[in-house]
């Protein structure tokens, strides 16, 4: 069983970048697809990015197509999301989440059964 947990967030004005990081332990880190979800106040939660076990496989929102970039490090055990031209909208609690790697990468965020406990972006206009 996955443990993660999430860094990097803050406070950034629009147009700048940030990096999230998710850290992972209790688990074979390798054997995992890996997403970023955000839920912004009153909204649900919604899919960002989500990578496959060996980094090949990318899938991104649309909103965020172009701007941010998922990658993982095995070796490191560690997941990251590197965010650009952030905009107010992209204002949310960033989410980390795993699901076994042979089900694949999904945009709902009921299929995957490990998470984190969030980290808070807040991009100011």
């Known amino acids: 069983q996955v443990q993660l947990v999430e860094s990097g967030g803050g406070l950034v004005q629009a147009g700048g970048s940030l990096r999230l990081s998710c850290a992972a332990s209790?688990?074979?880190?390798?054997?995992?697809?890996m997403a970023w979800f955000r839920q912004a106040p009153g909204k649900e939660r919604e899919f960002v990015a989500g990578?496959?076990?060996?980094?090949?496989?990318?899938t991104y929102a649309d909103s965020v197509k172009d701007r941010f970039t998922i990658s993982r490090d095995n070796a490191k055990i560690t997941v990251y999301l590197q965010m650009s031209s952030l905009k107010s909208e992209d204002t949310a609690v960033y989410y980390c989440?795993?699901?076994?790697?042979?089900?694949?990468?999904?945009?709902?965020?009921?299929?995957?059964?490990?998470w984190g406990q969030g980290t808070q972006v807040t991009v100011s206009s």
């Open positions: 989440a795993a699901r076994p790697s042979r089900l694949g990468i999904t945009r709902t965020p009921s299929t995957y059964g490990y």
């Open positions: 209790g688990g074979m880190f390798s054997s995992y697809t």
């Open positions: 990578i496959g076990w060996n980094g090949v496989s990318t």
